[in-house]
């Protein structure tokens, strides 16, 4: 069952910084949106327990509705996904931090966003945008040029939408550094790979795709790459994370995990964003009836992972209120 509030990230290791929502390095922040008080809250590396964030984006001005997804770039620049109608993307300054406003949003019906989800960037600052509209005529993923300072409401420059694509409530994307696109399909509980979209509407299948009972798909929600290609799945509907070898060209492909993080120990419930750093430690934010938290989790090794969480952020003093997709970033 999907998890939502409405009405309640090849690539080798050359490639080491992923344009996208869910990748980063050792050392680096970590970024986590809060659909329970709409909100993004920043923590410093290393640190673990009931502390504070290092800052907190939260209040009217913000103009944060329903978070779902965030991506940071290069620079600390962070964009938020708010799933709502029309959607609504905002971008924080670097270090910004309280009731600030954002240096520059996108929303309105030009966009064409409905109740967007994840979101990511290219190696050319493109946002890229997942709508996760039950209805699947208007199941897409926007792509839009850097954004503007102020307020926008632009048109994309491409759109990947159609019955050829297999898009079917998409959530979790990230973009490698060659710009192809990988996303996650909650209610077909598939992974798809994209080419860079032309302009226009790109009702093309994907180069590549897994899915079928053999992935242990279950619900999937956020999605990540690692430096080697590696992909990294957290799944809400059995409380796990799979990984998978990097995508063979062609059809669909029921693809075992050659990893999975799951069982009682890793203290796993109702995982939502994934994120992988160059180390290959794992990052999952957890949004179930418990404990809001983020867990991290030494490399998995091949076959079923159940291990204790190396790190654990929990607690009143976190700030965390239903922690959705997760990203590391400067």
């Known amino acids: 069952m999907r998890f939502t509030v409405r009405a309640l990230l090849t690539i080798a290791p050359a490639l080491a910084m992923l344009a996208g929502a869910s990748r980063g ?16 809250t920043i923590y410093n590396p290393g640190k673990k327990g009931d502390i504070k964030p290092k800052r907190q984006i939260l209040g009217a001005k913000t103009e944060l509705s329903n978070p779902q997804g965030v991506a940071v770039d290069k620079h ?23 009731d600030a406003n954002p240096s520059a949003e996108i929303t309105g019906t030009t966009t064409a ?36 300072s102020g307020n926008n409401d632009p048109a994309p420059t491409a759109t990947i939408r159609g019955t050829d694509t297999g898009l079917s409530v998409p959530e ?13 399909n909650n209610t077909s509980e598939t992974v798809e790979e994209f080419s860079p979209p032309a302009a226009g509407i790109n009702d093309a299948a994907p180069i590549a795709s897994i899915g079928g009972g053999a992935t242990d798909l279950n619900s999937p929600v956020g999605i990540a790459l690692d430096s080697e290609g590696y992909i990294y799945v957290a799944n809400s509907g059995n409380d796990s994370v799979t990984k998978y070898a990097p995508l063979a060209a062609g059809p669909l492909a ?16 109702k995982p939502q964003g994934v994120a992988v750093d160059s180390r290959g430690y794992v990052y999952v934010s957890n949004s179930g009836s418990g404990l809001s938290s983020v867990c991290e989790f030494a490399p998995p090794v091949p076959g079923e992972n159940d291990t204790a969480p190396i790190v654990k952020i929990y607690g009143i003093k976190t700030l965390l209120n239903v922690p959705m997709l997760i990203t590391l970033g400067k």
Not at 117 to 138: E, H, K, M, Q, R
Not at 256 to 269: K, M, R, W, Y
Request: glycine letters at 8%; a negative charge.
């Open 254 to 269: 029921d693809t075992p995990p050659i990893a999975t993080i799951a069982g009682s120990n890793t203290e796993l419930d």
């Open 25 to 40: 390095h050792a050392g680096d922040t970590l970024y986590v949106v809060n659909t329970g008080n709409y909100s993004v």
């Open 76 to 98: 600390g620049i962070v964009f938020v996904a708010g799933e709502v109608w029309p959607g609504i993307v905002t971008k924080y300054s670097p270090n910004k931090k309280g």
């Open 172 to 184: 979790g994307i990230v973009v490698d550094s060659s710009d192809n696109i990988f996303v996650v």
């Open 113 to 148: 966003m409905e109740y967007p989800f994840g979101i990511a960037l290219d190696s050319s600052d493109n946002v890229y945008v997942t709508n996760s509209d039950p209805d699947p005529a208007a199941d897409t993923v926007e792509k839009f040029a850097p954004l503007a």
